[in-house]
């Protein structure tokens, strides 16, 4: 029992910490030798894609065409049938272990319950299916399904094959159509269970919308924008008003969106609202640049966050 006023006085002392800004002067020329500065002398660059040079990439060089090849018949196995229903709720990612030992159980594909009457782990090999084994499946199938969805259109943008188009926008109607159907879960999340992975993904859904292009007629756009993105942005603005990291996927994600629409309001309020972007980088990287809440591993999740952005 005695450890635990000194857990409290950590936590407080961390909370203090992202409470106030962190002096941080001139982090432009920080580390410099890290850095590569244009000839004006600014540590950053515009990103660029080159989907030209891609396009000859492919077709003249072996290990890109090969690359192509398996690429293209990964994401046609998976378009292959339907992969989500409306039906199925998410559950928590960690929630896939074995009752038994606590190992990691093996995701494949089959349904549970239709197409397989078990899951197993490698040390494990007969784990029965419960709601909440279910729910870590459906889980994976949702993220595997949106991360394929990123993919296809990219290969549409690279190839210009409308299938892989049309599947993208496929899923983006069955989302969009559907989000509202999902109970809220922690954090007011519908799509996955917990606002975290609400805001991951979304920052995949813009990509998907943002590759697609001109292939999306603007009533199909719009009926995407405020049946989804919109929505999906209310509920990652309604938690997490805090410095943390998840508030940084959070705010990430809602500015995405506001890139995608042009929505220079929802913009403003990602990145300078009261725990906007640049409140989490003041009140959250130390003057060492070292995010606050003392892990190296939180250092990476938080860079991940805002790399896309």
Sequence with gaps: MRILPHLLLGVLSICSLARADFPKPEP???FPDFKIYDQSGRPWRVASEDWDGARSRV??????SDWLARQ????DLWMSKPRDRVEWAAGWSHDGVSPKDGSALIWTEEVPGEEVSFFKSDSDPHVPITPKTFAWWVVSLRGRN????VDAARLYRLTGD???AEWAAQQMDFYADNYLKWAPARGG???FWQSLTEATHLIKFTEVVRLLGDHVKSERLHGWRDRFFYPEVEVLNSTYQNINNISCWQRSAAAHVALLFKNEAMWREAIEGPYGIRTQLRGGVTSDYLWFEQSLGYNGYV?????TL
């Design 189 to 191: 999340a519908r799509l």
């Design 162 to 164: 409308k299938k892989f």
């Design 303 to 307: 860079v991940q966050a805002l790399n």
């Design 146 to 149: 949106v991360d394929t969805m």
């Design 28 to 30: 432009e020329k920080a």
């Design 72 to 75: 293209r018949d990964e994401v």
């Design 59 to 64: 077709a003249s060089d072996s290990k890109w």
